[in-house]
């Protein structure tokens, strides 16, 4: 599959790598917008926050558990912003579920 996100959680594209588990993958962003910016994506190729179904339940519980670890692995903990873009209208520009995990500024 021609996506960017899944070869980079399969290794054929390097990335800076923060955290991995057997769900998902976190890595900083290579066009950092603030001075904190990472990603966590989970294995399993989902086009975006339109395609998540009751399936994904879990999968999306466990990420947020991974994410508070992650900002305090980060040193953002007391202040960080989540967002997930869908559709290329709202600025999505990679077809794999993703979470910027962002400082303030
Ligand atoms: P979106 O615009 O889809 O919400 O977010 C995609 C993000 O992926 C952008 O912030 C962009 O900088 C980042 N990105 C795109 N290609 C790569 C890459 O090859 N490596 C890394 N680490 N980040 C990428
Ligand atoms: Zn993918």
């Not at 912003?81 to 794999?96: C, I, K, L, P, Y």
């Amino acid at each position: 599959m021609d996506c960017i996100f899944c070869k980079i959680i399969e290794g054929l594209i390097p990335s800076e790598k923060i955290y991995e588990d057997d769900l998902c993958v976190a890595f900083y962003d290579i066009e950092p917008q603030t001075r904190v910016h990472a990603l966590i994506v989970p294995r399993e190729h989902i086009p975006s926050a339109a395609a998540i179904t009751e399936h994904h339940a879990a999968l999306l519980g466990h990420i947020w558990t991974v994410i508070p670890k992650l900002a305090e692995q980060l040193g953002v903990a007391e202040g960080f912003r989540v967002v997930t873009n869908s559709g290329a209208d709202a600025g999505q520009t990679v077809a794999h579920l993703h979470f910027h995990l962002q400082s303030p500024k």
